[in-house]
């Protein structure tokens, strides 16, 4: 007999097993393209614009985005974003294969997968909030930051050692069968059909593009809280992009993959903990715990430390506090905006925060080299001032613009704990009615299917 399709957690954990297995591919050809990048350039810049072609595409496409997810079924979005990344891997792989590749359809084809993330990411988030009871939020946005942090462990290591036996062509092909697989678990599960709002007025496609900004700026608390969050990712990219420079500077290349390794380690423990902890009310304070925790071992110890010991505790506090950060950050999101426009504010969402990426590493190349280096030679007055804290020697400027970054930030979550429009931002809007799970449940796509639901893996 036909048997209905997994609804619910159940069904969102499906949906994240295909994910986290396409994510490794994706993980595995991100390196290995940077390796190809590397060698044939043999320019750090050209790696830098990979990420900036990615991240730039994802912050023009995102009102677009948002409006579009809004208006088509969920289910058909993410497909949608997955088929297309697999289509752009497989061109990257006719290119390969014909040796024919050339570094600008790298930058391409980063800028289209970017464009194509665009989608995904709100989509995702708003299908959380209708998938399942509210308690469950943070427990599935932690494991949505298992999916980035996951791979990172084993993936650079998998695509180096095929990379040392074959070409990259075995690497693209192991990316497009993982978008195969995510694909596949969507059509397994059931997904609630997009809310639509009672009385909704015809609007542009233009209009539903702005409308994200505008929701978010006609109210203060959450305008408090997307500054927060900008803040966290400028301070976050600022810092990021010395770590390798610095650790490389100090230690070597062993080093530095096994600190990254033990940070990746970290992610996934703070989503296990998210995991673990009770449900609370007060989301936001701890948001602003971690982030204490960030800015005081994830950057400052760090940018002190000289050696493996130090840097492991930072990079897993670094890589851990990231899952409370996105979860409790992305749950009040979740709960103050209603489902029929999640779409479109959420992709306001990510247009501002990724937005503040690119910003911060370009602002910390110039402060690095211009600034912090040259400051921290003996004699200058930084090395005066600092020497005692980060030393003189390599790297020494570097290690003080962690500093620096752990004090701003700081400072930052100062300011937002002395707010109360950000402090108390879970008090000040009120939370939108959410559908019973049972409603829920009858009104998802339940196409039959072979599938049982009770045999759906199930997490907590």
Known sequence: MLKRRPDGFAAFTVIWLGQLFSAVGTRMTSFALGIWMWN????????????????????????????????????????????????????????????????????LANALTGALLAFQGPAYAAMIAQMMD????????????????????????????????????????????????????????????TPKAAEAQASSLWQDSLFGLRYIRGRSALVGLEILMFMVGLLAAMGYA?????????????????????????????????????????????????????????????????????????????????????????AIWQEKVAPEIQGRVFAARQFIEDMAVPIGLIGAAPLAQDVFLPGMEPGHALSRAFGWMVGTGPGSGMGLLCVLVGV?????????????????????????VPVDADESASAAESVPSGIDAAAAPHVG
């Open 242 to 330: 010395v770590l390798m420079p610095l650790l490389l500077v100090k230690s070597d290349e062993s080093i530095t993959g096994l600190a990254f390794t033990i940070g990746a380690v970290g992610g996934v423990l703070g989503a296990v903990l998210m995991g673990v902890l009770k449900p609370t009310n007060n989301k936001m304070r701890r948001l602003l715990l971690a982030m204490l925790a960030f800015s005081v071992v994830g950057r400052i110890v760090f940018g002190v430390a000289d050696n493996l010991f130090l840097w492991g505790i930072a990079m897993v506090v670094i890589h851990g506090c990231i899952p409370v950060i996105d979860g409790y950050g992305n």
């Open 408 to 432: 701003v930030g700081i400072v930052v979550t100062a300011v937002a704990f002395a707010v109360p429009a950000v402090r108390d931002v879970e008090k000040l809007i009120p939370d939108f």
């Open 40 to 107: 044939g350039t043999g320019s750090a810049m050209d790696n830098a614009l990979l990420l900036f072609a990615s991240f730039g595409s994802t912050v023009l496409v995102s009102p677009l985005a948002g409006a579009l997810i809004d208006r088509w079924n969920r289910r058909v979005t993410i497909v949608l974003s997955d088929v297309g990344s697999m289509v752009v891997t497989a061109g990257l792989l006719l290119c390969f294969e014909l040796g024919a590749a050339k570094p600008w359809e790298i930058f």
């Open 134 to 193: 509210r308690g469950a939020w943070p427990r599935a946005n932690a494991m949505i930051s298992v999916v980035r942090f996951a791979p990172s462990i084993f993936a650079p290591t998998v695509a180096a050692a095929l990379l040392t036996v074959t070409t990259i062509g075995p690497v693209l092909v192991i990316d497009v069968l993982s978008y195969v697989v995510a694909i596949g678990t969507v059509f397994l599960v059931a997904v609630p059909p």
